[in-house]
């Protein structure tokens, strides 16, 4: 179980790597999660799923949302492989930012996921 709310200023920190757990490629997510990352100061954030490993079941019990100018929902079943290993673009709300949450309901657990950025 885990939830957590974290802020990165795109300004100063304009690329990187962001995973959906702290011991992503050791442990599996929790049950329970409900984290966030706001990217602030982007007009869009350009996104890389390296890897994308969740619940994978007709109902999305486990998601990803992006949500900046519009929201983009990732379910194992319905979409993920259409994010994977490859650049997407994400337009920014008209407050600057973009956020990703990372929800999983209390059971069934998976790798989750690793994510390139550049904003
Ligand atoms: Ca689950």
């Avoid at 690329?15 to 049950?31: E, M, N, T």
């Avoid at 994978?56 to 519009?70: H, S």
């Amino acid at each position: 179980m885990g939830s957590s709310s974290q802020q990165v200023d795109a300004r100063r920190k304009p690329s990187g790597y962001v995973v959906s757990h702290s011991d992503y490629g050791q442990l599996d997510y929790r049950p329970q999660t409900n984290s966030r990352l706001t990217f602030t100061n982007v007009e869009t954030v350009d996104i890389y799923f390296v890897d994308l490993n969740l619940e994978d079941y007709a109902k999305c019990y486990d998601y990803v949302i992006i949500t900046g100018a519009a929201s983009t929902k990732i379910c194992q079943h319905q979409n993920a492989s259409s994010f994977l290993q490859t650049w997407r673009s994400f337009n920014a709300s008209s407050g600057f930012s973009v956020s990703i949450q990372f929800y999983s309901d209390n059971t069934g657990e998976y790798k989750g996921f690793l994510f390139q950025y550049k904003g």
